[in-house]
């Protein structure tokens, strides 16, 4: 039988369970269908444990709704590879240059996120990394937390 080998440490005022078995502490993760992320300095996700922690998507489709859908649509398939659902999100923050994303991506939120819902925030900025991009998305999922 396998057993999960674990220290306790104290870092300030927390105290934290600390893997000592061997297992990596992160893995990167990076479908070959998704940007090669590698090339330009990061990682699409990293998955720590069985946290996954998802850099923002994007799309250069034309228009708000499309470019949120496509968004989405990378998020699921980053998740999966990872192995991981759209049920296991457990946070997800939205930036978008347009102040009504909220109500104009509602619909398409609902497509891809299920009750219970994820937390959500939702940030409207000046510009994102490319004047063609109007909405980034990025989560975090906990594998079996769906």
Request: proline share 5%; net charge neutral; hydrophobic share 45%.
């Amino acid at each position: 039988m396998e057993r999960d080998t674990a220290a306790l440490l104290w870092f300030g005022a927390r105290l934290c369970i600390v893997r000592t078995d061997g297992l990596p502490r992160k893995s990167a993760v990076n479908p070959p269908s998704l940007f090669n992320a590698p090339a330009a300095g990061f990682s699409q996700a990293i998955r720590a444990g069985d946290t996954i922690y998802c850099s923002g998507q994007v799309s250069f489709a034309e228009g708000l709704e499309a470019q949120a859908r496509e968004a989405f649509t990378n998020v699921r398939s980053l998740l999966a590879y990872a192995g991981a659902r759209m049920v296991d999100i457990v946070k997800v923050t939205i930036y978008s240059t347009d102040e009504q994303c909220w109500t104009k991506t509602g619909a398409i939120r609902n497509e891809f996120l299920t009750p219970p819902f994820p937390a959500v925030t939702m940030v409207v900025v000046k510009a994102l990394a490319d004047p063609r991009i109007l909405v980034e998305i990025d989560v975090t999922a906990v594998i079996g937390a769906g």
